[in-house]
């Protein structure tokens, strides 16, 4: 497995059970079973493809007593308590909210969510806590020459983290692991491209998000010299 999926899998409880949703080749399934780190899995995949493929490398391993692959939308296909963990890995933030938003009484009893967003990270961030979530561990993973992070987030509602806080994820901000470096290195270069684009811009931008970008810079600017 990749470093990025290993860090995905490494959030885990020993002993759960887990819904991996965009699960495509049911790698993380069949990873934390080889391992003896989980009981069982439901394996979710929108598209025919990959949900075929993750049937076919399930048989070929004999585990569809472990590993249930089911073809559908994100956690509709899934029933109340019929596993502990859900993961989310290599898709949008936004989708990731959408996807948490249209199956509300699944997500409320669930005990945990793994989430590794591709993009809008702090959306994603802000929504789990508008939701009454709130972010337990954080960790990084570097793949060629870009920087996943991945979320742990339990249920129970704890006060919204700051903007900061938000952008960079607040554990991260609190321990800096070893990737972090590079961590915000990836997030200046992608806000100051955002904001020679807000400048740049033909229509008129919005005074505060302007100078809400500009602060944000250079916030991180300052955090490089750490």
Request: hydrophobic share 40%.
């Amino acid at each position: 497995m990749t470093p990025r999926l290993r860090t995905v899998a490494s959030f885990v409880p020993e002993k759960s059970s887990i819904i991996d949703i965009g699960t495509d080749h049911a790698l993380i399934p069949m990873y934390l079973l080889k391992n003896k780190r989980i009981t069982h899995a439901i394996a979710v995949d929108v598209n025919p493809g990959p949900y075929e493929t993750a049937k076919q490398a399930i048989y070929d391993k004999n585990l569809q007593a472990y590993i249930d692959v089911r073809l559908g939308n994100g956690l509709t296909v899934v029933k109340e308590n019929e596993a502990d963990i859900a993961i989310f890995a290599g898709m949008g933030g936004i989708l990731i909210n959408k996807l948490l938003q249209q199956s509300p009484q699944i997500v409320k009893n669930l005990k945990g969510l793994i989430v590794q967003p591709q993009l809008a990270a702090e959306k994603l961030r802000q929504y789990l806590y508008e939701i009454g979530w709130h972010i337990n561990n954080e960790a990084l993973a570097k793949e060629q020459d870009h920087i996943y992070q991945i979320i742990y987030a339990l249920p129970g509602t704890k006060p919204m983290p700051s903007y900061l806080e938000l952008e960079i994820g607040p554990i991260l901000l609190q321990n800096k692991p070893p990737l972090f470096k590079f961590h915000i290195e990836e997030l200046l270069r992608r806000h100051k491209k955002i904001l020679k684009g807000m400048q740049e811009s033909t229509q008129t931008s919005n005074l505060e998000e302007l100078n809400k970008k500009s602060a944000l810079i250079k916030d991180l600017e300052m955090m490089k010299t750490w």
